[in-house]
């Protein structure tokens, strides 16, 4: 599966993005969609999912913040990221994953954030 993330920018503390991923290619074995992030110096991290059946799951630091949704006529992910913080800075990445929770799609180059305070 190909995924292409956009929506990526510069944008102050407090302010808003929004945050799109299409997946394309074998898209039928995919039940989860989700946002990972990568800081500079910092590890890969999940930063929310959705599954097909609609179940959420948020990454505590961004609980309140964020909010995902997915458009399955379109296999596009989305990421509603307000009230963004410094800490948000990151490359952001999109994947998907199969019932069994297997990760599968292409990491692709993400989109870069950078909140600046």
């Known amino acids: 599966v190909q995924l292409q993330a956009s929506g990526g920018g510069l944008v102050q503390a407090g302010g808003y993005l929004r945050l799109s991923c299409a997946a394309s290619?074998?898209?039928?074995?995919?039940?989860?969609m989700g946002w990972y992030r990568q800081a500079p110096g910092k590890q890969h991290e999940l930063v929310a999912f959705?599954?097909?059946?609609?179940?959420?799951n948020y990454a505590d630091s961004v609980k309140g913040r964020f909010t995902i949704s997915r458009d399955n006529a379109k296999n596009t992910v989305y990421l509603q990221m307000n009230n963004l913080k410094p800490e948000d800075t990151a490359v952001y990445y999109c994947?998907?994953?199969?019932?069994?929770?297997?990760?599968?799609?292409?990491w692709g180059q993400g989109t870069l954030v950078t909140v600046s305070s």
């Open positions: 959705i599954t097909s059946g609609g179940i959420i």
């Open positions: 290619g074998s898209i039928f074995s995919i039940n989860r």
């Open positions: 994947n998907v994953a199969d019932s069994s929770r297997r990760v599968f799609g292409s």
